[in-house]
């Protein structure tokens, strides 16, 4: 399952779902809206198997790796959200749920920046043409 931080437009959440790409949205679908960060981490170990995506840049933190989910932070304006989100999908090195489970990703415009479950040092990875 993806899901949007509630920071994330609903513009960009209309988006995405033209794009046929299923979202749901905290605050919206997904838990209350107002939800405090240090809830959010919870709240994905109940649903379990989920990416989450997000422009708050304090959940790209090494120690919230873990096997349940992934954390995307979109380092990139707000109505460009989509557009990046759609590309990180569509990256070979994530194109699978399974391929994503137990990392934290920092994605921008100069590329993807990431923490595996267990690493020692952080990944870096290009954009694909």
Avoid at 102 to 127: D, F, N, Q
Wanted: one cysteine or more.
């Amino acid at each position: 399952m993806n899901v949007l931080d509630e920071n994330l437009p609903d513009s960009q959440r209309q988006l995405l779902r033209s794009w046929r790409i299923r979202v749901r949205q905290i605050g919206n679908e997904i838990s209350r809206q107002g939800i405090k960060d240090d809830e959010i981490i919870p709240l994905l170990h109940h649903i379990g198997s989920v990416t989450f995506f997000t422009r708050d840049m304090g959940f790209y933190r090494r120690h919230l790796c873990h096997p349940t989910y992934c954390l995307v932070c979109l380092s990139v304006g707000q109505f460009e959200a989509a557009s990046f989100i759609r590309r990180f999908l569509k990256h070979p090195a994530f194109n699978t749920r399974a391929k994503r489970m137990g990392k934290v990703i920092r994605v921008s415009h100069t590329g993807i920046r990431m923490w595996k479950l267990h690493a020692e040092r952080e990944g870096r990875l290009v954009w694909y043409p």
